[in-house]
């Protein structure tokens, strides 16, 4: 995972954009060196796949919290939810669209499932490359741990 705020750096020779330097990241970058996720959309680190566009991956979290637990990612790099919000080219509105997909496709549309986007510290963000966790198959709980 990059440093936020900090110069990533990047393996690629894909264009690289980077938004303003003050206030919150939004930074997009076709691929970051030592992102998880970056890897897992390049292929280089295994994951069970369960749906993809050609912005969007989704794939089996490894340490599932619930009967369904799948990750939906743009393939390209955002460190978090406002970085994807401030792209404003609809990959947000993919993103989401992509959940209610895998939910469907898990057979828990209808019974209803939960999408989250942990973000910063305090949200409990691990992985520095914005996710929805699509997690259901059993009643969710609220609050929220
Ligand atoms: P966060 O804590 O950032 O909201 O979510 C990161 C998620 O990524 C966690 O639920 C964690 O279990 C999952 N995760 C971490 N490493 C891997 C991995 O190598 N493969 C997969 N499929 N999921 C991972
Ligand atoms: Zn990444």
Redesign the pocket.
């Given at each position: 995972m990059h440093q936020r705020g900090g110069a990533p750096r990047v393996r690629s020779s894909a264009t690289i954009y980077v938004g303003r330097r003050a206030g919150p990241p939004h930074v997009k970058i076709g691929c970051v060196a030592d992102c998880?996720f970056c890897r897992?959309a390049a292929g280089e680190?295994p994951?069970?796949r369960v749906l993809e566009s050609s912005r969007t991956i989704a794939?089996?979290?490894?340490?599932?919290?619930a009967p369904v637990?799948v990750?939906v990612i743009p393939r390209a790099h955002y460190d978090d939810l406002p970085a994807l919000a401030a792209a404003g080219d609809g990959l947000l509105a993919e993103v989401a669209a992509q959940a209610h997909l895998v939910a469907s496709q898990e057979g828990i549309a209808d019974s209803g499932y939960r999408v989250?986007f942990?973000t910063g510290a305090n949200?409990?963000?691990?992985?520095?490359h914005v996710?929805a966790?699509v997690i259901g198959g059993r009643q969710m709980t609220w609050p929220p741990g």
């Open positions: 998880l897992i680190v994951a069970t794939f089996r979290d490894i340490n599932p919290q637990h990750l989250v942990n949200g409990g963000q691990t992985v520095g996710h966790h």
